[in-house]
């Protein structure tokens, strides 16, 4: 199996995926390759490679999200694919109802506050393990409901919902349904055309390994055809090369929601981080993370965690309560294992580059702590 080896490690213990994941050692050659080496040649069809450089992102990306690359949108980020998705609802008169929940990471609730402008109303679920219930979703399925944002991995409770079962019964229903993948992808089995939501976002940071700023949205041919964009470009267009300012016409799929002028460079790195995922297979990455975390989780007592630990409902991360969260920090700064905090706790995660001896370490220098 892929592992430390493909990637820039720390001389540190990297329990932080979470947050960005490792730079993989191709990213280096793949934008050399696909972004700067076009542009210091100064050629004259630049674009043609830079293009080719984002398609690969959307080759790579595909299978580790279970999707095709022509359904993929590449962005800028999540907050601004979300406000995408939302501005371009095709309107229904009865149906003013967003619905989100309160563990959701904040940026997804700034966005959605926005279509307060135009008349919806936020409906939050309450938070915490019950997410993990397809029940605890109920109210995000009534008639007046246009949209449900269903957080697949939850960054703080690490509870993981059950996605496929909300975007059937959002489908049965007439709602809209975006799932955020951020803390999934690449970590957590993800197959959007076996999960069939309308929608789905994520970014390449975290788990994918693939920097900032390579982000995406993900639509099906069917969904995209309902829905009309406000934040278009002329890379929204038909024929972004006809240069007819009196004639715009939306793309086919996804790419409508594309804009203007894309970034490349993001992209070409990303994909380095992408196509490391994608050999190393998504099934085998997760038995291996749960492996590392149930390892942990056994070598801890029960009461210290403030997130889900429960298998098969929870991601890749941990938040671990501890006496002085300060202390704390400063401890495990001082033993090499790199961390953040979050809660009043410590939170962790495991990805595929991290092994069973550091997992090992992590417990030796955080049970004291506790």
């Known amino acids: 199996m892929i592992g430390r080896d493909a990637f820039f490690a720390p001389e540190a213990r990297y329990f932080l995926s979470h947050s960005v994941g490792l730079m993989p ?3 280096a050659s793949a934008l050399e390759d696909g972004f700067l080496s076009p542009w210091r040649e100064a050629k004259a069809d630049a674009w043609r490679d830079w293009l080719a450089a984002i398609e690969a992102f959307r080759r790579s990306l595909a299978p ?6 022509s359904d993929i949108c590449p962005q800028t980020n999540i907050s601004g694919a979300l406000s995408k998705i939302l501005f371009s609802l095709p309107e229904r008169a009865r149906r003013k109802k967003i619905a989100l929940t309160e563990d959701d990471f904040p940026t ?3 966005v959605l ?3 307060r402008r135009i008349g919806y109303e936020l409906v939050f679920l309450p938070g915490g393990a019950r997410l ?5 979703w109920a109210p995000a399925f009534h008639d007046d409901v246009q949209l449900v944002l269903a957080t697949h991995v939850f960054s703080n409770s690490g509870v993981k919902a059950p996605v496929r079962e909300i975007a059937e019964r959002a489908r049965r229903r007439g709602v809209f349904s975006v799932l955020d993948i951020a803390q999934s992808a690449g970590a957590v089995p993800v197959d959007l055309e076996a999960f069939a939501p ?3 976002i994520g970014t390449s940071v975290k788990y994918l390994c693939g920097g900032p700023g390579a982000a995406f949205l993900w639509t099906p041919a069917e969904t995209a055809a309902r829905c009309s964009p406000i934040d278009v470009g002329w890379f ?3 024929d972004p090369f006809e240069f007819d300012i009196h004639n715009f016409r939306y793309a086919e799929g996804a790419a409508r929601y594309w804009g203007g002028t894309p970034s490349v460079a993001p992209f070409a790195a990303a994909a380095a981080g992408a196509g490391v995922i994608a050999r190393a297979g998504v099934d085998a990455i997760f038995e291996r993370n749960q492996a590392l975390f149930t390892r942990f989780v056994d070598a801890m007592p029960a009461a210290r965690f403030r997130s889900h630990t429960k298998q098969g409902e929870r991601g890749s991360s941990v938040i671990v309560a501890v006496r002085s969260p300060a202390e704390a920090s400063d401890a495990l700064a001082r033993a090499r294992i790199l961390h953040d905090m979050r809660q009043g706790g410590v939170r962790l995660s495991f990805h595929l580059y991290n092994t069973e001896e550091e997992v090992d370490a992590l417990i030796e220098a955080i ?3 506790t």
């Open 113 to 115: 506050a926005q279509a």
């Open 367 to 369: 049970a004291p702590l």
């Open 64 to 69: 580790v999200i279970g999707a095709r690359p």
């Open 132 to 136: 993990a219930d397809i029940d605890a």
């Open 108 to 110: 997804v609730g700034f």
């Open 236 to 238: 929204s267009h038909a």
């Open 25 to 27: 050692r191709a990213a």
């Open 198 to 200: 309308d929608f789905a």
